[in-house]
Nanobody
Framework: VQLQASGGGLVQAGGSLRLSCAAS??????MAWFRQAPGKGREFVAA????????YYADSVKGRFTIYRDNAKNTVYLQMQSLKPEDTAVYYC????????????????????WGQGTLVTVSS
């Protein structure tokens, strides 16, 4: 089982990027993105559950980021717009085979699988 994240890079403030996370080996009910900025802890960004396609966002990215998935490709995406320097971080995709309850989607612990991370740098 593997989660392969890609799409990071350097972008100017106000720009856009799309991250991809391709899963192989099995399917996942809940998939998410977390990020870790330099010198800070890992924080929740967004999650999507397969059932009904429910999506959840951190307040800091709501309205700017969109998470969606292509089940046929077993891939989850994070479309990021209006990027800010404070969005600079290593972004990690996470996934769990079973559904994670709403109260737990923002926590790291329920996710059993993690990708390697992709660096997003937003310049001012």
């Amino acid at each position: 089982v593997q989660l392969q994240a890609s799409g990071g890079g350097l972008v100017q403030a106000g720009g856009s990027l799309r991250l991809s996370c391709a899963a192989s080996g099995r399917t996942f009910s809940t998939m998410a993105w977390f990020r870790q900025a330099p010198g800070k802890g890992r924080e929740f960004v967004a999650a999507i559950r397969q059932s009904a396609g429910d999506t959840y966002y951190a307040d800091s990215v709501k309205g700017r980021f969109t998470i969606y998935r292509d089940n046929a490709k077993n891939t989850v995406y994070l479309q990021m717009q209006s990027l800010k320097p404070e969005d600079t971080a290593v972004y990690y995709c996470a996934a769990n085979p079973s559904r994670i309850v709403v109260s737990g989607v923002h926590l790291s612990r329920p996710y059993g699988y993690w990708g390697q991370g992709t660096l997003v740098t937003v310049s001012s």
